[in-house]
């Protein structure tokens, strides 16, 4: 059974700073494209980081040069670094796993950051 677990959401102050981790079981991690996808109010789910396997990166413009995602293959886990958060990257976050482009997706059942002003 396919688990992905995230943690580290909360409540912050623009500016500030947030980890998201999540942590991955039933699947061969090291194999997987891992991404970071968040949802906000009224808006549809968009993909904020993904890694892939050979660890490489891609981001969405609005959120390059403030947020970093990397991964752990020896402990199965993908996080998101955030910092100098907006008001408007309040959105629940939900950690993704596809192996290769078009295998089954897999998600988390979010963590919600706000981010106030």
């Known amino acids: 059974q396919v688990q992905l677990v995230e943690s580290g959401g909360g409540l912050v102050q623009a500016g500030g700073s947030l980890r998201l981790s999540c942590a991955a079981s039933g699947i061969i991690f090291s194999l997987n494209n891992m991404g970071w996808y968040r949802q906000a109010p009224g808006k549809q789910r968009e993909l904020v980081a993904r890694?892939?396997?050979?660890?490489?990166?891609n981001y969405a413009d609005s959120v390059k040069g403030r947020f970093t995602i990397s991964r752990d293959n020896a402990k199965n886990t993908v996080s998101l670094q955030m910092n100098s958060l907006k008001p408007e990257d309040t959105a629940v976050y939900y950690c993704?796993?596809?192996?290769?482009?078009?295998?089954?997706?897999?998600w988390g059942k979010g963590a919600l950051v706000t981010v106030s002003s």
């Open positions: 890694i892939t396997p050979g660890a490489s990166t």
């Open positions: 993704n796993a596809r192996l290769g482009d078009f295998g089954m997706a897999y």
